[in-house]
């Protein structure tokens, strides 16, 4: 299988080394509109300055696309309309009508992959909690607090799109919290009707956001909460599941960065008769991120047995988009600045 990478930056460098590591797929052509960044494309590989030229032109099967916001669905579109397997970056798409678009193209073409890459289902804390839940050993989950934040709209060398509305169709919330919003959803199997937002720019001035403060609740009663920030200076990740017989609580994350601390999960198992609000719990710290890798794996193995994509599939990656929509809008001031 030959791939493409459309988009060189830090995302398609990692996904090409993961690539190259975990399958025998040949990377054999590139695009990348930066000049400087063409220059760090190895030596023998196709270079095409655009992602239309790479998916017109390229001899390739399968394209991994890692663009900016207002490029991803139109050149998951084109992929799909090429033949191409496609493997998409987060967020899929700027709004959720530009992903609707994006979902009449593949049910047209059923026998190609389409996967979305919500990376964080692939940590070992979050694979590991996920296990526990659908154990039960804890019971059902009764709520959920996740924080999500980082210092600035733009940080680790990013380019200034992020903090235009025009070509990124979000801010913090679509950037950064929709990791938070998918493991929501992800671990607690619901989609949330009951949505209560505050949305704002409390801080850097833009016209996309850099907070968003959210209260869901799901029909099956669930509760849950999220912060997603762009003024939260020291970097966090944390995730607080609060279930019948216990808890589990994810800190920190092991990214490229290293700026989110040491990844852990704690189980807290709880007896409110006997422990007094003091119960016994375990922390497990996890030293590799092996994240980008298994979700390459995956990828690859449902390519290899014809295995429908389960983690990250254009559903997961609609209902998020629209949940992010939903939240945007439930903020009145903020819908009428910007859903007129």
Same mark, same amino acid.
């Given at each position: 299988?030959?791939?493409?990478?459309?988009?060189?930056?830090?995302?398609?460098?990692?996904?090409?080394?993961?690539?190259?590591?975990?399958?025998?797929?040949?990377?054999?052509?590139?695009?990348?509109?930066?000049?400087?960044?063409?220059?760090?494309?190895?030596?023998?590989?196709?270079?095409?300055?655009? %992602?239309? =030229?790479?998916?017109?032109?390229? !001899? $390739?099967?399968?394209?991994?696309?890692?663009?900016?916001?207002? /490029?991803?669905? *139109?050149?998951?579109?084109?992929?799909?309309?090429?033949?191409?397997?496609?493997?998409?970056?987060?967020?899929?798409?700027?709004?959720?009508?530009?992903?609707?678009?994006?979902?009449?193209?593949?049910?047209?073409?059923?026998?190609?992959?389409?996967?979305?890459?919500?990376?964080?289902?692939?940590?070992?804390?979050?694979?590991?909690?996920?296990?526990?839940?659908?154990?039960?050993?804890?019971?059902?989950?009764?709520?959920?607090?996740?924080?999500?934040?980082?210092?600035?709209?733009?940080?680790?060398?990013?380019?200034?799109?992020?903090?235009?509305?025009?070509?990124?169709?979000?801010?913090?919330?679509?950037?950064?919290?929709?990791?938070?919003?998918?493991?929501?959803? %992800?671990? =607690?199997?619901?989609?949330?009707? !009951? $949505?209560?937002?505050?949305?704002?720019?409390?801080?850097?001035? /833009?016209?996309? *956001?850099?907070?968003?403060?959210?209260?869901?609740?799901?029909?099956?009663?669930?509760?849950?909460?999220?912060?997603?920030?762009?003024?939260?200076?020291?970097?966090?990740?944390?995730?607080?599941?609060?279930?019948?017989?216990?808890?589990?609580?994810?800190?920190?994350?092991?990214?490229?960065?290293?700026?989110?601390?040491?990844?852990?999960?704690?189980?807290?198992?709880?007896?409110?008769?006997?422990?007094?609000?003091?119960?016994?719990?375990?922390?497990?710290?996890?030293?590799?991120?092996?994240?980008?890798?298994?979700?390459?794996?995956?990828?690859?193995?449902?390519?290899?047995?014809?295995?429908?994509?389960?983690?990250?599939?254009?559903?997961?990656?609609?209902?998020?988009?629209?949940?992010?929509?939903?939240?945007?809008?439930?903020?009145?001031?903020?819908?009428?600045?910007?859903?007129?």
């Amino acid at each position: 299988m030959r791939v493409g990478i459309a988009g060189y930056g830090v995302v398609g460098k990692t996904r090409h080394r993961s690539i190259e590591a975990n399958t025998s797929y040949q990377v054999t052509a590139i695009s990348e509109s930066n000049e400087h960044t063409r220059t760090s494309i190895p030596q023998g590989l196709e270079v095409h300055n655009d %992602y239309k =030229s790479l998916i017109e032109s390229a !001899q $390739i099967d399968i394209i991994f696309i890692s663009l900016p916001n207002q /490029f991803a669905a *139109e050149a998951t579109c084109l992929s799909l309309q090429k033949g191409l397997h496609v493997f998409c970056e987060k967020p899929p798409a700027r709004t959720h009508a530009e992903l609707l678009e994006v979902q009449k193209q593949s049910c047209k073409f059923s026998d190609l992959k389409l996967m979305y890459g919500f990376n964080h289902r692939f940590h070992l804390s979050v694979e590991e909690a996920n296990s526990i839940i659908k154990s039960n050993s804890l019971g059902r989950i009764i709520n959920m607090k996740g924080v999500y934040g980082k210092s600035q709209m733009i940080s680790f060398n990013q380019t200034d799109w992020r903090t235009n509305r025009e070509a990124s169709g979000g801010g913090i919330l679509l950037d950064q919290g929709i990791h938070m919003l998918d493991l929501i959803r %992800y671990l =607690s199997g619901e989609n949330f009707t !009951q $949505i209560f937002s505050f949305i704002d720019n409390a801080f850097w001035n /833009f016209d996309v *956001e850099d907070n968003a403060y959210v209260l869901m609740k799901s029909p099956a009663g669930i509760v849950a909460q999220l912060h997603s920030s762009a003024t939260q200076w020291r970097h966090v990740f944390n995730l607080e599941i609060t279930l019948e017989r216990g808890s589990l609580i994810l800190g920190g994350l092991l990214t490229g960065s290293k700026s989110y601390g040491d990844e852990t999960l704690t189980v807290i198992t709880s007896d409110p008769a006997k422990d007094n609000g003091l119960p016994r719990e375990s922390t497990s710290k996890y030293n590799e991120d092996v994240s980008w890798d298994n979700e390459i794996k995956y990828f690859a193995n449902s390519l290899a047995k014809n295995t429908s994509i389960e983690r990250g599939s254009i559903h997961d990656a609609l209902e998020t988009m629209k949940l992010i929509e939903i939240i945007y809008k439930a903020d009145p001031i903020w819908k009428e600045k910007y859903y007129k």
